[in-house]
Nanobody, 124 residues
Framework: QVQLVESGGGLVQAGGSLRLSCGVS????????MGWFRQAPGKEREFVAA????????NYIDSVKGRFIISRDNTKNTVYLQMNNLNPEDTAVYYC?????????????????WGQGTQVTVSS
């Protein structure tokens, strides 16, 4: 059974930074493409960032390019999302997800395993 556990969310002021972590157990982490999604109240879950199994490819939604960085450590079975220059529009529950494709896919339906989410709140 593959389990994903996110951590690192919290309350931060606009312009601040947070680093999210997602630990994966029960599967072959080094073979998974990993992604971060977010869901704000009343909105659909949206793609934020993804990274391939090797870390060699990454994709981002336009609104976070230049501010967020996704990375992974295959020795620790962990994927990270460094979030800088946060603004109130980034407020959401952030979810970690794993794709058996191994690719840096942006499609929600391509992810097979999901975490429970961690709340990120950015105050103005």
């Amino acid at each position: 059974q593959v389990q994903l556990v996110e951590s690192g969310g919290g309350l931060v002021q606009a312009g601040g930074s947070l680093r999210l972590s997602c630990g994966v157990s029960g599967g072959t982490f080094s073979g998974y493409g990993m992604g971060w999604f977010r869901q704000a109240p009343g909105k659909e879950r949206e793609f934020v960032a993804a990274i391939s199994w090797s870390g060699g490819n990454a994709n981002y939604i336009d609104s976070v390019k230049g501010r967020f960085i996704i990375s992974r450590d295959n020795t620790k079975n962990t994927v990270y999302l460094q979030m800088n220059n946060l603004n109130p529009e980034d407020t959401a529950v952030y979810y970690c997800a794993a794709s058996r494709s191994g690719l840096a896919t942006t499609l929600l339906r391509s992810f097979h395993y999901w975490g429970q989410g961690t709340q990120v709140t950015v105050s103005s």
